[in-house]
């Protein structure tokens, strides 16, 4: 049988399946170019590895590769239920944990190749991880969408690594029992985004006031349809742009953000071109391994590819 190991952690309730040994050989080249190839040539192994019956929906995977990019020291490619993404930062603190777990990485900087820039990983002596992500920026204020069976709902679109649409007035209650009407709600202002001139956004991100010691309680819907349980770090990159853009945070402050779960990340930023509206985000938080497996592919099981 052919085999695929994983580690597992998981990030404020998200959970991280990293990819130690077995996955597809990608070549050289860019990242970028290497997603490509990922997706055209051996997107099985992308299902065989999140999909049920082995994963789950909610699952993000993390394939480790060489690096293009000189100045970094690995290579990372996220995927999750239904394609690849940008960058993930709950995925890129789950990766630094399982390093550390496996005595790979130490205290301090690890620089990460991924498809859309490099970014760093900081691991602290207490094992939170801090994540330097790529340079983030709103593109569109206040864009109103037609969302049908909702009204018009306004939002904002910006870049942290994937595209978010950002709303802050839908008059949704954000309660983790409310999940399903939630995830309902954010379909279809999904949808209706990229039907109406933003057919990049595959995020949707409610926001609604924190709990004591935070600044906000967010709902983050991934490209599958699955929510994210930790308050999602490019998601929470994004809100920065957003804040910086506004004048509502100054640089260095920080910016508590809650999951839907109540789990919390700590974000801050540094301009890097005001005029432009692009930021430095860096988002801190703390993940946990919680298993170690042998993905198994038998020739005889017809979902050994998971499915699909
Ligand atoms: O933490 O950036 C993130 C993320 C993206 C999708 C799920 N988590």
Redesign the pocket.
């Known amino acids: 049988m052919q085999e695929i190991r994983v580690l597992d952690s998981h990030?404020g309730g998200?959970p991280t399946r990293v990819v130690l040994d077995g996955g597809p050989d990608l070549g050289t080249g860019p990242l970028a170019d290497r997603v490509r190839r990922f997706r055209e040539q051996f997107d099985h192994y992308r299902s065989a590895i999140v999909n049920e019956p082995r994963g789950s929906d909610v699952m993000?995977g993390a394939l480790l590769v060489p690096p293009s990019d000189p100045t970094c020291q690995a290579g990372v490619i996220?995927f999750?239920n239904v394609g690849y993404?940008g960058?993930?930062?709950?995925?890129?603190?789950g990766l630094a944990v399982t390093l550390a777990h496996l005595g790979r990485l130490q205290p301090g900087d690890l620089r990460l190749d991924t498809p859309v820039g490099p970014v760093t990983a900081t691991l602290h002596a207490g094992g939170s991880v801090s994540v330097a992500n790529v340079p983030s920026y709103r593109k569109v204020k206040a864009a109103t969408i037609d969302v049908p069976g909702v009204g018009r709902v306004t939002g904002d679109v910006a870049w942290?690594?994937?595209w978010f649409f950002l709303v802050g007035d839908h008059g949704q209650a954000l309660d983790l029992a409310r999940v399903e009407a939630l995830t309902d709600y954010s379909w279809r202002i999904r949808q209706a985004v990229n039907a109406q001139g933003y057919p990049e956004v595959d995020?949707v991100e409610l926001f609604g006031p924190g709990g004591v010691g935070s600044h906000s309680r967010n709902f983050?819907l991934?490209?599958g349809k699955a929510y994210?349980r930790?308050?999602?770090?490019?998601?929470?990159?994004a809100k920065l742009a957003c804040l910086a853009a506004d004048d509502k945070l100054a640089e260095d402050q920080p910016w508590i953000q809650e999951s839907i779960l109540g789990s919390r990340f700590v974000g801050r930023y540094r301009w890097i071109d005001r005029t432009a509206g692009t930021i430095a985000p860096v988002?801190t938080g703390t993940a946990h391994v919680n298993a170690e497996a042998t993905l198994l592919i038998d020739e005889t099981d017809p979902f050994r590819w998971g499915i699909r």
Do not use: Y
Request: a negative charge; one cysteine or more; hydrophobic letters at 25%.
């Open positions: 990030t998200e993000v996220f999750n993404l960058m993930c930062g709950h995925g890129t603190m942290a690594g994937n995020h983050v991934c490209p994210d930790s308050p999602c770090g490019t998601g929470t990159s988002v």
